[in-house]
C-alpha cells in the first residue's frame, strides 16, 4: 500500500484531484442570484465543469448546481439563436439531471441532436489535444472567476471526450485470466481465501470461488473446490453457513458459489440454506403484519432491522436456489420493497427513522434506500418540516432487481420508476446520489459492490441499454467493461483505494466483485 501512494505521489495529481479542488473553490463564489463571475456565460462554464468532471454532480446534489441551472433557465431567452450561447446554455443544462431543464437544453441545442463534443466546439470550449490535467494544472487561485470557469469546463469537456463509450465489448480473456491468477495466488494453502488473523473468511471464499467457477479454464475452476467442500462442511443445523458473523450475507454468496458449481451433492445443502433465508424474513411467522414497516425484509440475520442490501442477496440466492417466482418469500418482499422506493404513489406512508422525531416521506424519483425512511445518502429536507432519504445507486439497483426476481413486469410503474432512476444518473465514475461535495469520497463507497449490482440488475431486468435524458443510449455492457479493464491493476486485481469501506480495501472482495460483473458483460444476450 505505501509503495502504490509512492507511486501515485511521484506521478502527480490525478484528473479527479484537480477538479476537486478548482470546483470546490468555484463553488464558494456562486452569488445569492445562483450565478458564478456575475455572468450567464461564467456560469454555464461552472455548470459545464461540474456535471461533466469525474463526479458527475446533478441538481440533487445540492443548490451549487440546482440554483446555478434556474439561473440559465431564467436568462435563456437571450441565448436563443445566439450561435455561441445557444450551445453553450444546452451543454450546461444537458447533465443536470432535471427533465424540464434537459428540455430546455434540447430546444436550445436544436436539431439534430448534438453530442457533447459538437456543443462544446459550437460554444467555444473545444480542448484541442490537451488533457484534463494538463488544463487544470496551468490554472492558479489568483486567476480570474471567468478564467477559472472557462478553463474548468474545457477540462471537464476534455475529460468526457477521453471517456467517449465504446461501441462494443472488447476481447476480456486476457483481463479475466490476469484476475483469475490473482485470486489464485491470494488462496491458502488450504485452497480458501483468509482474512489475517481471523483465517478463512467464508463469505470472501464463497465470492472468490464463484468467480473462479466461471473461467473458461478448467484447471481454474477445479481450484475452487475446497471452496464448495469448505461452505458445506460449515453449514449449520439451521441451513445458514457461515462463521460466526454476517449469517444471510454470506449464506448468500455460499448459496451462489454452491450453485455455481453445480454439483449434485450440494443439492440437499443449497436447499437447507434457501429455507434458512426465507426463515429470516420478518413476516407473520414473527407476529408482523403488511402494516408493519419492516414486514417482508430481511437483515443480517442476527439482528431486527432488515434492509435492502441484505434482501438483495437473499432474493438473489433464493432464486439462484431454484426457487420459483411463486414462492410466498417473493410476495412477501414486495411490501417492503415498494417501502424502499422513492415513489410516493406506491409508498404513501411516513416513517421515522431512529431517534429523529422529524416525519420521513418517500419523494418521486423513483430510485432506492437502504431501508423504509433511511439512506447513507442523506436526507432532503422539505419545507414542511418533512425529510426524503436519497435515493442512491447501488440500492436503486438492487431495487430494480429484486423487483424483476419477485416477479414484476417492465411494464409494471415500479420497475419504470426504477428504470426511469438509474437512467437519469447512469455513471461508472461514483456510486451515485451522495453528497460528494461535503464528501468528496462518498460517492466512491461500495464502488465495486455497485459495478456487481448494476450489472445484476440490468441483466435480470433483461435491458441491453440505458437511454439518458440528454438522448444518448449507452450500452452499458460495453462501458461497464471498459471501465472495469481501465481500472484493473498491474498484478490482475482490483481495489478500491478511494474508500476502503465495506471492506473494499481488501483487493480479494473488489477482484471477485469485478469478476463477477465481467462475467455477466460477457455474456452476448441479457
Known sequence: MIASLLLLACQGPTAQALFDEHLASLRTAQAPDGSYGDSVSSTAHVLIAMTLCP????AEDGPFIRNAAAFLARNSEEAKGNPRMAPLLALALRETGVESWTKLSRDLAGTPPLSHGDLARAAGLNPSDSSAVTILSRLSREDSIQKRAREAARAAVAWRTQLSPPSKIGDLTEVLTAAEDFLLAAQSKSGLW?????????????????????????????????????????????GSIHGGRLPVYVTSAAVGALATGGREQDAQALANAASFLSGTQLDEGEGYSEADKFYGGIGYGNDLRPDLSNLQYALQALDESGAKKSDPAFSRALVFLQRCQNRSESN????????????????????GVYYPGNSPAGWKNRVDGTRVPRSYGSMSYALLKCYVLAGLSKEDPRVEAGVDWVSSHWTLEVNPGFDTLRDPRAGFQGLYYYYLTLAEALSTAKLTTLNTPNGVEHDWRAELGAQLVSMQQEDGSWVNNDAPRWWE?????????AVSALRIVESSTP
Open 194 to 238: 483468509e482474512v489475517p488473523p481471523f483465517g478463512p473468511e467464508p463469505g470472501i471464499t464463497a465470492l472468490a470461488a464463484k468467480a473462479l467457477l466461471g473461467s473458461s479454464r478448467a484447471e481454474v475452476r477445479a481450484q475452487a473446490i475446497p471452496a464448495l467442500d469448505f461452505l458445506v462442511g460449515l453449514q449449520n443445523s439451521d
Open 505 to 513: 480495501g481488501n483487493p480479494i472482495l473488489c477482484t471477485a466483485y
Open 55 to 58: 463526479r458527475s454532480y446533478r
Open 348 to 367: 404513501p406512508e411516513t416513517f421515522q427513522d431512529r431517534d429523529n422525531p422529524a416525519p420521513v416521506q418517500a419523494g418521486n424519483d423513483g430510485g
